[in-house]
């Protein structure tokens, strides 16, 4: 039993290059990558050949990360026209594509590839030679590997990240230094010239770059050449066949400590930790403190040759730190885990909105049951101590957490766990409308009580990543499991689901994230852009860098949702159900359906407050580990999920009812979903102030432009036999933004003499927020119309704040009035306006 290794590997992994490489780690400690690359060798040409044809090779990977999610890799002819212009947005041409085969098991490193390459490619020609006139230029290409997720089998935006050029598993060496970040070093290219007139760099110049007006040339011949930057001068190859591996970046490189000895492995761990770990200022760790506290610890075991006492040690110093992505694998540890959750009394505890720690289920039969506890009962304490002091003490099995309400739920349900030698367990508790009571509890092997409070309780074994359904109230509802599933037949079922709701004009869809353990940022990223009708920056990154010594953010590296064709863009309300099981990348979808205040949030909690990129690496004893190494934050530069995770915006209470109504499995997160899709957004929000009402000018400048009245932004319309008799008519009003309108009472007669005499009958009153606004505060105007002479009594309403707005106009006929053309009752006319602004 891994219990937390299936989790923890299936959260995302970002990056700041424009692949799937992970963290950004020196070459070698110390040394820069491009230094580490540099060799000295004599210019070398071989002319055996006519020119290459066929390219093979060899990828060999040691990120645990690297298969997670891909459905179809791929290996190609990768057009260098991004790098050459330094363009990061550079979008390599389909018709430049060439596509290789892999020709081995893709899952099992290494794999190998063959790539034919054509007479004529159709790359972008690049001048390099930089001698000032116009030239046809050559044609350059990598072989790399990508993954591609959308449409057909080549690479579209998307799919390329965005644009750019590879950094990583490609035939090139690119650095992550911050001095020279994306920078080719080294490596090999593929260079097709036209014609034998074309001329190429022979080396790197005096400022390390490559295409630069410092570097030395060499002539080309005409055709295909495998030019080795990894030589100085470079070496030109001709073969026919060549052999190209692709480059695994130290960047994305497997640390491997497993070969070291127990207190070795600590101290390269502690120094990984110290340097590279994502948020040590924001959570105030203090390294120093936990290497005089765990290290003996190391030394002790390694001493006593135990590797139990080993993964003991590494469990806790794990536990230290509180950030849900920072894990192992505790399968070593399993007899342990069994042995401290064993025992129960048939009690699981729940903390009710209010702060009151409950029995949200009893076993049957159980000693708990027995003793008269009933379900919704108030505990009081156990063992004597107060339960609120009990529950804080407990250190869950799951542990660490980011977010502390997170941890708080866990330790709720740890709380009533027990190794069997506990024997018996005293419990003060007050039964719904009853007195307190105590007593002694007997410890059995029950595991029902545990169960029942698991997060993923009620969640299928398996599921697809994306499944979807109508709902009985017409609303769409998706659920997305995963975001490190095949990736391929994610988007595949997401766009079926979009399609069809797009199709059938599906009101609202409901997103439901609650069990996610995340995976691929960018994926996650991109399902979200669906909903979104331009791109939007969502957030950026910083890792660690060798050269400052410090974390490095590239001004250029941007989290960007790049919507899809108009057709499956999704324009309706959507809400977001969120809850401690969506993680990672789980919770990078729910904060970007949150930009612009595209969607609202539901749920009885946060999100985990997992809000990093994640490396694995191996200690001793081939022990699986993973720490944060890259700092995410929003597009203004703050950090935004680690340790507080997505909160939502209408928080369903916790409640002994909503314990007893989700026990007979009814969602009342999903019903609190349909209620709040069905009312426009800023509902229950109680507004900040209340909108500004113009001066007369004012009324009359914006009547004149054209400004909407309430009623014409209103989802309702009425006939006129509706308004023609006394009574109330609602309208809601929803807003998509602050805006202005008009708020008025018109009346119009066939004549002004009849107009005067009708005006001497009606009384008019408006009520803004439950306040009588004063007449005095209203323009009035008469005006002609269609051949009736009216008066409109308005004013215009403008700086709306978010929230739940109120409007009454309440007119009155003291008696019967005839307007020239029918009667009209005496009574009260009463229009209600409720206006929403998001």
């Given at each position: ?71 179809e890799p791929v290996v190609i002819l990768e057009d260098q026209g991004g790098f050459v212009a330094r363009d990061r947005k550079f979008l390599i041409p389909v018709e430049s594509q060439v596509l290789g085969q892999i020709t081995s098991d893709f899952y099992t490193s290494p794999f190998s590839y063959s790539l034919t390459l054509p007479s004529e490619p159709k790359g972008t020609l690049n001048d390099v030679d930089h001698d000032g006139q ?449 993680v990672s990348a789980c919770e990078f979808f729910s904060y970007a359906m949150t930009v612009n205040d595209r969607s609202i949030v539901v749920g009885e909690y946060p999100t985990a407050g997992a809000g990093g990129g994640v490396e694995a690496f191996l200690m001793p004893e081939n022990t699986y580990m993973q720490m944060t190494v890259s700092r995410q934050m929003d597009a203004d530069g703050n950090i935004h999920i680690e340790g507080s ?154 700086d709306w704040t978010t929230g739940e707005h109120h409007f009454t106009t309440t007119v009155t006929f003291k008696s019967k009035i005839n307007d020239g053309m029918d009667d009209y009752p005496a009574g009260q006319y009463v229009s209600e306006f409720s206006v929403f602004v998001p």
């Amino acid at each position: 039993m891994k219990l937390k290794y299936t989790l923890f590997v299936t959260l995302a992994v970002l990056s700041l290059a424009v692949t799937a490489c992970g963290g950004l780690q020196p070459l070698v400690e110390g040394t820069s990558e491009t230094e580490a690359a540099s060799t000295e060798a004599p210019m070398q040409v071989d002319t055996s050949g006519e020119g290459p044809k066929v390219v093979t090779g060899s990828v060999e990977y040691t990120d645990l990360f690297f298969t997670l999610g891909v459905a179809e890799p791929v290996v190609i002819l990768e057009d260098q026209g991004g790098f050459v212009a330094r363009d990061r947005k550079f979008l390599i041409p389909v018709e430049s594509q060439v596509l290789g085969q892999i020709t081995s098991d893709f899952y099992t490193s290494p794999f190998s590839y063959s790539l034919t390459l054509p007479s004529e490619p159709k790359g972008t020609l690049n001048d390099v030679d930089h001698d000032g006139q116009k030239d046809t230029g050559v044609m350059i290409f990598a072989v790399a590997y990508w993954t591609n997720t959308w449409g057909d089998p080549y690479l579209e935006r998307r799919d390329q990240g965005g644009g750019g050029w590879s950094s990583a598993y490609a035939s090139t060496r690119v650095s992550s230094d911050s001095d020279s970040f994306l920078e080719v070093f080294g490596g090999q290219y593929l260079v097709y010239a036209p014609d034998a007139n074309q001329q190429f760099p022979s080396d790197f110049g005096a400022d390390k770059k490559l295409f630069t007006d410092d570097d030395p040339l060499m002539d080309l011949p005409a055709g295909w050449s495998e030019v080795d930057m990894d030589q100085s001068p470079f070496a030109l190859v001709r073969s026919e066949d060549l052999t190209l591996d692709l480059y695994e970046p130290a960047s994305s490189a497997l640390d491997d400590f497993s070969q070291m000895t127990y207190t070795d492995a600590f101290d390269a761990m502690l120094e990984k930790f110290r340097k590279e770990y994502a948020y040590t200022d924001f959570k105030n760790i203090d390294w120093d403190a936990r290497e005089k506290e765990f290290r003996p610890r190391f030394e002790a075991a390694e001493k006593d040759k135990d590797p139990h006492a080993f993964a003991l040690a590494l469990r806790d110093f794990i536990w230290s730190i509180p950030d849900t992505h920072v894990g192992m694998d505790t399968s070593p540890l399993t007899d342990d885990f069994l042995n401290d959750i064993a025992g129960g009394i048939g009690l699981a505890l729940g903390e009710t909105s209010d702060g009151k720690i409950v029995a949200r289920f009893v076993t049957p039969g159980s000693p708990a049951d027995k003793a008269g506890i009933e379900f919704g009962a108030e505990i009081v304490s156990m063992d004597g101590k107060p339960i609120d002091d009990v529950v804080s003490a407990i250190v869950p099995w799951s542990s660490p957490f980011s977010n502390p309400e997170i941890k708080r739920l866990q330790q709720l349900r740890y709380a009533t766990r027990f190794t069997m030698d506990k024997g018996q367990v005293d419990v003060s508790f007050i039964n719904p409308g009853g007195s307190e009571k105590s007593a002694a509890l007997d410890v059995v092997s029950e595991r029902d009580s545990f169960s029942v409070t698991s997060f993923a309780a009620g969640e299928p074994v398996s599921s697809l990543p994306v499944d979807y359904q109508i709902l009985p109230s017409g609303y769409g509802y998706i659920k997305i499991s995963s975001f490190s599933d095949n990736q391929v037949l994610s988007i595949q079922a997401w766009e079926y689901a979009l399609q069809y709701f797009i199709d059938n004009e599906v009101p609202g869809v409901i997103l439901d994230m609650r069990n996610n353990s995340g995976g691929s940022g960018w994926l996650a990223d991109q399902m979200a852009a669906y909903f979104f009708n331009e791109e939007t920056v969502v957030g950026k990154g910083s890792t660690y860098d060798e050269v400052t010594g410090d974390f490095y953010m590239d001004p250029a590296s941007e989290a960007l949702m790049i919507p899809p064709r108009e057709q499956l863009q999704y324009n309706g309300p959507v809400v977001v159900m969120v809850g401690p099981a969506c993680v990672s990348a789980c919770e990078f979808f729910s904060y970007a359906m949150t930009v612009n205040d595209r969607s609202i949030v539901v749920g009885e909690y946060p999100t985990a407050g997992a809000g990093g990129g994640v490396e694995a690496f191996l200690m001793p004893e081939n022990t699986y580990m993973q720490m944060t190494v890259s700092r995410q934050m929003d597009a203004d530069g703050n950090i935004h999920i680690e340790g507080s995770g997505v909160v939502p915006d209408v928080r369903v209470p916790v409640t002994v009812d909503t314990f007893k109504r989700e026990q007979a499995s009814e969602d009342v997160i999903l019903e609190a979903a349909e209620k709040v899709i069905s009312q426009p957004k800023g509902a229950g929000i109680t507004p900040s102030a209340s909108p500004k009402l113009a001066s007369a000018d004012e009324a009359q400048s914006a009547l004149s432009s054209g400004a909407s009245f309430l009623e014409d932004k209103a989802r309702e319309q009425y006939a006129a036999e509706e308004v023609s008799v006394p009574g109330v008519l609602t309208y809601t009003v929803p807003l998509a933004k602050s805006e202005t309108l008009i708020w008025a009472y018109y009346w119009c007669t066939t004549t002004t003499d009849i107009l005067e005499q009708n005006f001497k009958q009606i009384d008019v009153q408006f009520e803004m927020n439950g306040e009588v606004v004063p007449l005095d505060q209203f323009a009035t105007l008469e005006l002609p119309s269609g051949g009736n002479q009216c008066r409109i009594i308005y004013t215009a309403l403008s700086d709306w704040t978010t929230g739940e707005h109120h409007f009454t106009t309440t007119v009155t006929f003291k008696s019967k009035i005839n307007d020239g053309m029918d009667d009209y009752p005496a009574g009260q006319y009463v229009s209600e306006f409720s206006v929403f602004v998001p």
